[in-house]
């Protein structure tokens, strides 16, 4: 029902002494320059109680080394992100990577006609539907915004849509600020029956982003709080943008991220010891032409496998951003990025994987480019199980028995083994007549037509909350 990436041999590319110099240039970052942290009176007088040097008319922040070393090492290596169905929880072991789809585009590509349109609440539970029914899809973001619905409550309209169309665990990573922090928790406490069920099983997660270079918003910081009091696990994404908010040098950009991930990481932890908290990084360059984003290329994919690596350094579990190409539609240069930057989160150990389903720079979702990713991710998790090498899968007795000019087609070992090999579910492997006979499809038409088969025949949960959920997202929007 989950389709993970399981590692044998994960990928280093930075030395043990690259991760000291660069752990070393974050401290000093976070002692020297420090970084903007609007907080509480109360939060802030904790902090300040453990070392921390905070400018009260800035809100500028100055972690001791000390302070941020002995509070990394609070933070629990591994847990379980849990879902609403039990079959579907993740465990978080520092063995396997699990693949989400991408969040929060304001644009979608229209399922039946191409043409691009504003998102809607109706988008996000479909997609959720979709997903529900992709084994390499683990968990979800809501992957489009409900643009209709009140934008001060949006992200538990969001929530709302996810729980009600998926079963799955859900990153409710719309919720930036103390308000809808307190309504997600209402929400996923009703559906477990009680908070205290919710610490104990946690179906939902979150994560607050820092802004680059070097700051966070107060409402984000309080929102993370919020989750982290309430036992649901949060992280700290950094999306810093080399040459602009962050060095062009991919060891300054590095740097400057990892301070900021680190900040957010030990404020969770001087607060509430233990926490579960992951750490997360979508770290990207600017395009030099026009000043976007480049969203695959070289430098992302090193970066990926940088943060991914630095998580592993501080044993704590990551979320690195993958996919997620500049092409426009899903052709040649979205399967090429998508598919280089998806190999690189997963043989560089990334526990999360997000996500499948955004094209042109992160601002529009395509539901064909969330199944094309999905096929992408398939073959990856075949190619990172590597191989076991045993007496058995060495097979020398079976090869014996056939010697040579045999065949193993009718061999009892093949046929055992046949689901060893790996198997498309939209590439075409046919011959060039056969797929003429079909219409010349191309994969994009393929995957759109297994989507919306989803729809129509695809498992639809009970409204039962639906009313209950109604209720807690009204008395919020009244407050």
Same mark, same amino acid.
């Given at each position: 029902?989950?389709? !993970? ?31 903007? +942290? ?18 009260? *008319? ?6 001791? !080394?000390? =302070? ?111 308000? *809808? ?25 979150? %994560?607050?982003? #820092? ?8 409402? @984000? ?7 982290? /009091?309430?036992? =649901?696990? =949060?992280?700290?994404?950094? +999306? ?45 360059? +600017? ?10 290329? !070289? ?30 539609? @899903? ?7 998508? #598919? ?36 992408? %991710? ?37 046929? *055992?083994?046949?689901?060893? =090999? ?10 060039? /007549? ?6 010349? !499809? ?9 989507? /919306? ?5 695809? %498992? ?18 009244? /407050?």
């Amino acid at each position: 029902m989950i389709k !993970p990436v399981r590692w044998k041999n994960p990928l280093g590319l930075l030395s043990s002494d690259d991760l000291e110099k660069v752990h070393a240039a974050s401290l000093g970052i976070l002692e020297r320059t420090g970084i903007i +942290m609007p907080l509480s009176k109360g939060r802030a007088q904790l902090l300040s109680e453990h070392g921390v040097i905070i400018d009260d *008319n800035s809100s500028l922040c100055r972690f001791p !080394p000390a =302070v941020v070393e002995e509070a990394v090492k609070k933070a629990p290596p591994g847990y379980t992100l849990c879902a609403l169905n039990p079959e579907f929880d993740l465990t978080l072991d520092g063995v396997h990577g699990y693949l989400s789809t991408d969040g929060s585009a304001t644009v979608i590509a229209d399922l039946q006609t191409g043409k691009l349109r504003k998102s809607t609440k109706k988008d996000v539970g479909d997609i959720a539907r979709i997903a529900e029914q992709l084994p390499q899809i683990s968990f979800l973001w809501p992957s489009v915004s409900a643009q209709e619905c009140n934008p001060r409550v949006q992200p538990l309209h969001e929530l709302q849509a996810l729980m009600l169309n998926s079963d799955k665990h859900i990153q409710a990573m719309t919720a930036v600020d103390p308000l *809808n922090a307190r309504g997600s928790i209402e929400i996923a406490a009703l559906a477990v029956g009680g908070k205290d069920m919710l610490r104990e099983r946690p179906v939902i997660s979150n %994560f607050q982003c #820092s802004l680059s270079p070097l700051s966070y918003d107060g409402s @984000n910081l309080e929102a993370a709080l919020i989750f982290a /009091e309430a036992g =649901v696990p =949060v992280g700290f994404v950094t +999306m810093q943008i080399g040459s602009s908010t962050a060095p062009i040098t991919l060891a300054g950009n590095l740097a400057l991220g990892n301070a900021e991930v680190l900040a957010g990481i030990t404020l969770v932890q001087l607060c509430f010891p233990g926490a579960p908290v992951f750490y997360g990084a979508c770290s990207t360059m +600017m395009e030099l032409k026009r000043g976007g984003i480049t969203s695959g290329g !070289p430098e992302d994919y090193l970066l990926q496998a940088y943060s991914a690596q630095l998580a592993r350094y501080y044993n704590i579990p990551s979320s690195i951003g993958t996919f997620c190409s500049s092409s426009k539609t @899903n052709d040649w240069q979205a399967g090429m990025e998508n #598919s280089l930057s998806g190999l690189i989160s997963a043989f560089s150990k990334a526990d999360m994987m997000s996500g499948a389903g955004l094209i042109n720079g992160a601002k529009v979702f395509s539901i064909e480019q969330m199944i094309l990713d999905c096929e992408a %991710f398939d073959l990856i998790c075949s190619l990172g199980s590597g191989t076991e090498i045993s007496d058995y899968t060495l097979a020398l007795d079976i090869i014996d028995k056939v010697g040579p000019q045999g065949h193993f087609l009718a061999e009892e070992h093949t046929f *055992n083994n046949l689901s060893q =090999v790996w198997m498309p579910q939209i590439s075409n492997r046919g011959s060039y /007549e056969e797929w003429e006979k079909l219409g010349r !499809p191309t994969p994009g038409q393929v995957a759109a037509e297994k989507a /919306e088969e989803i729809l129509k025949t695809g %498992f639809k949960k009970p409204g039962s909350l639906d009313q209950e959920i109604d209720e807690i997202i009204g008395a919020f929007e009244k /407050e």
